[in-house]
């Protein structure tokens, strides 16, 4: 007997989650001989739970699915929900009652770390009561910070984005060069800073602006941070830095708590914002010159006007993965990128166990943090320049970019 397949998103947003539905969509279609339908789920994991799921086959007589290969944001909807860690807890049952009476055989769910942790969860549980329904993680996060992966869908894009931004913004603060003054970009990355690394792409030459990189992983020093400021200004007047919001003393404090106490989402995380306002105020107390703070927020994770095709491939190929895996028997796995070589770029796609995977993060490597934390390596820009490779032609109306959007 055919089973049906289930599928959602979870987390933050990126410009290439929706090109990882679309491949499994695609696959899913095309495996009709073992797959009867299609269904997604409306906000993830707590959506299903409040019996919200379309049927996603009808996509495929529309333009619609075309459309989602480039349709940035996460066309189901998303949600930050964490199931018990007592896998004796009711709502597993619940889950699994739901699952039965859909004719559930495949459950796919596209997101990161606390993403992962749910299909860790789900197929647990099914090995405990001998389900056969079979769990597949799909890799998704700009933070890239997915271990045992040698990168993560939607973290070239937003490197992308970030790098070009950037050198708008470096540009743009070399209009009046008899001034001197400070702007402070603060991008996305609270443990991790891959993506504020991405800011080194924006260099021309040897020397340029972002002068300064700051990432979690490195403990920030405010009296070491003014000292090189001052440093920074001897040669480059309109001094651009960049800082990953999660930018800490070393000891558990991060610099937005400086400001003051922080909330904490669903998962505990700290929801963090204003270490770039707090520098900006530090930099003016302190020494007395023009500065400004820009927070890239969640534009940077999202933006489909500079998605790299590199990375669009990539996420639809590991949809694609995912349905033959799970085809082929696999379950409690995450979809995994196994790269052999930069120039030319060539990776393999793979699979490892999510119990390995979820709850843990992948920093960057502390060897590509450099001048005693306040900037990044050759062996970064050669990690990341593949993954920001190619462009994408959007399609587009009225001048505009043409997105699909899920009927409520």
């Known amino acids: 007997m055919k089973k049906n397949m289930l599928i959602g998103q979870s987390g933050g947003p990126t410009a290439v989650i929706n090109g990882s539905l679309y491949g499994a969509i695609k696959e899913a279609l095309a495996s009709k001989n073992q797959i009867a339908s299609i269904y997604g789920m409306v906000n993830g994991i ?12 009808d996509l495929e007589d529309t333009n619609d699915l075309e459309l989602l290969r ?5 066309y189901l909807g998303s949600c930050r929900y964490k199931l018990p860690e007592d896998l004796n807890h009711k709502i597993f049952k619940t889950l699994f009652e739901k699952f039965e009476a859909l004719n559930i055989g495949y459950f796919f769910y596209i997101g990161g770390n606390d993403s992962m942790d749910t299909v860790s969860k789900l197929s647990r549980y099914a090995n405990e009561v001998a389900s056969d329904i079979r769990f597949i993680g799909i890799p998704k996060t700009i933070d890239n910070d997915l271990v045992l992966t040698d990168h993560t869908p939607g973290f070239g894009s937003a490197a992308k984005y970030v790098a070009t931004v950037v050198r708008e913004i470096v540009i743009d603060a070399s209009v009046y060069d008899n001034k001197t003054s400070v702007t402070i970009v603060e991008i996305m ?18 020397g340029d602006n972002p002068v300064l ?32 919001e999660g930018i800490n003393d070393g000891q558990g404090t991060f610099v937005c708590e400086y400001e003051g ?24 107390e302190k020494l007395g010159i023009k500065v400004r703070s820009v927070e890239l927020n969640v534009m940077q994770r999202c933006s ?13 190929n590991s949809g694609v993965f995912a349905v033959q895996v799970a085809l082929r028997g696999e379950s409690g796995k995450m979809i995994t990128f196994n790269r052999h070589h930069n120039n030319p770029y060539e990776l393999t796609y793979g699979i490892a166990d999510v119990d390995l995977i979820c709850n843990e993060e992948k920093a960057v490597p502390a060897n590509w943090i450099t001048k ?16 920001i490779d190619g462009e ?17």
Not at 70 to 74: D, E, Y
């Open 46 to 57: 707590e959506g299903f739970l409040n019996n919200q799921y379309i049927a996603l086959a």
């Open 70 to 74: 480039t349709t940035p944001g996460a």
């Open 189 to 206: 990355g609270r443990h991790a800073g891959w993506l504020t690394a991405a800011s080194a792409l924006a260099r021309r030459f040897e």
């Open 213 to 244: 990189i700051y990432l979690p992983e490195a403990p920030f020093q405010v009296e070491d941070f003014l000292a090189k400021v001052k440093q920074g200004l001897k040669s480059t007047p309109n001094l651009v830095i960049c800082i990953s």
């Open 261 to 284: 106490a922080v909330n904490v989402d669903a998962f505990g995380h700290k929801m963090l914002t204003g270490s770039g306002k707090y520098l900006e105020n530090l930099i003016k």
């Open 304 to 316: 489909s006007l500079h998605l790299s095709a590199t990375d669009l491939k990539e996420a639809i």
């Open 372 to 387: 005693e934390g306040s900037d990044i390596s050759h062996e970064f820009i050669e990690y990341a320049k593949p993954l």
């Open 392 to 408: 994408v032609t959007l399609p587009r109306d009225g001048g505009l970019p043409l997105f699909t959007y899920r009927k409520h």
